[in-house]
């Protein structure tokens, strides 16, 4: 094991401090790192190719269970990896979901290529989506159901802590670019540009899901959970679908309705010789 | 308007104390009752048949923006509804959701004739689900896409005020019933015997979703989140199912899962000439 070894995170208060700050957006913006909680997320970053650039352990976490198994083949990937045992409170007093299961960790955001990103042919755009957790459901469902990358508009950041847990590793696999919301008509107009087109998700009104040809290349936009998608997608290459749901019921939650039309989609564009497992 | 008019809620303490009780579980089994928070729950639940037994209003609410405009409707259908105006401060501290948004009332439990019950075609179980919020959105989903009922075992209690407000009114339009997790064995028993097929959904294995031809009446069985559905629900009527998903994903989340099997079996099903719109 070399010099790897687990250190005491007792004076260091500075990390303490640097680590605080990335639960702020702008924060995170400006350092490029981002904060990864809970046992089965920190996993997955530990298993992805995304840096991990400070990894935190629970103290009463390692007296009972020991190094993480993962923990071996992380530092093979980093060998100059510094990993703290911390005191349970000290874990709490950072942690910005319910509770970091012990595992903390801050990893450094992968820089993308946008050229790169606009050569995919399915793409999920999130326009304005508030919540938390629906964001990060969102992204995981998007990277179980074939999405190749995902835009934001406004609305929650995707390294937001509670969003890097929902979505339970997706942002360390998907692509992810976020825009302001007053990129919006422009990057309608981009998106239609690069041969994409729009499917905008509307409670009532556009063509039923049910029977749905989807298109070569196509950006699902989901907009906000009680407004809807904003008028500016609605672009000249603009298919709006609906979910057909029983009289009684009103609607669905965002995060069901986009998993509903990527399954759809994905299954629809199987079914004619596509990608499917 | 007869003699209905909002009551200032100031020294009646007994009923702040009453409502503060009903966050509790066993106090809503004890009573009967239950708590709806939010804007657009209350008014759901206004224009529901459910029993409204008292309707709390924000001070600052009623003087923006006056009486709700679907006060009028729900004491023509209960003139002996009492309502009151709450100071704001009060009003947040009985709230269990984030923020009631000016608006509490208690309900009545609707009462279930289990017989009616097992003569549906489409019902949900819910098997040990934690979380308020997943088991919130699969009632919603549910009511959307078909169900007729749902069965819940131990797990959130689907009267816990954020599990009414995530299913956005499907509790007041969903036969609900709630056993023990002791009375698993048995209620899989049971809907065997009553002609029910058991699907549960798995993260592996199984039959694949795509393609599926529904059978005549289902259950559709959705586990805990990290354990998945208990071995009790894999009777001889039983089909294990699962979502075919991209490689480098792990697994849905559960309330995404079940949206999507729910809208399959809902179109598979009206493809053959079943119920859809």
Chains 1, 2 share one sequence.
């Not at 401090?17 to 970053?45: H, N, P, T, W, Y």
């Not at 190719?49 to 400070?54: F, L, P, T």
């Not at 190749?148 to 692509?175: S, T």
């Amino acid at each position: 094991m070399n010099s790897m070894e687990i250190e005491l995170l007792g004076r260091h208060n500075r990390l303490v401090k640097e680590i605080k700050r990335l639960s702020q957006s702008a924060i995170r913006d400006e350092r490029g790192r981002f904060l990864v909680e809970g046992r089965r997320v920190v996993q997955e970053l530990a298993l992805s190719q995304v840096e991990v650039e400070e990894l935190l352990l629970g103290e009463s976490l390692l007296q009972a269970e020991g190094e993480p198994p993962w923990l071996e083949g992380l530092w093979r990937r980093q060998p100059e990896l510094r990993v703290w045992m911390v005191a349970d409170s000290v874990l709490e007093s950072l942690s910005n979901t319910a509770t970091s299961q012990g595992f903390l960790a801050v990893a450094r955001r992968p820089t993308l290529e946008l050229a790169q990103f606009l050569k995919a042919k399915r793409l999920l755009v999130l326009s304005q989506i508030q919540d938390p957790g629906n964001v990060g459901t969102l992204l995981r469902s998007g990277l179980a159901l074939g999405i190749e990358g995902a835009l934001l508009c406004g609305g929650a950041d995707p390294y937001n802590p509670k969003v890097v847990r929902a979505a339970a590793g997706a942002v360390f696999h998907l692509p992810l670019y976020r825009f302001r919301e007053e990129e919006l008509a422009s990057w309608s107009r981009r998106l239609e540009a690069e041969g994409f087109t729009i499917l905008t998700a509307e409670a009532h009104g556009g063509r039923s899901l049910i029977g749905i040809e989807p298109p070569r290349s196509w950006a699902l936009v989901l907009g906000a959970e009680v407004k809807g998608v904003d008028s500016a997608w609605q672009s000249q290459a603009h298919w709006p679908l609906h979910i057909p749901l029983a009289p009684q019921s009103e609607s669905l939650n965002v995060a069901a309705a986009g998993a509903i039309i990527m399954y759809e989609l994905a299954r629809a564009g199987a079914t004619r010789g596509g990608v499917e497992s």
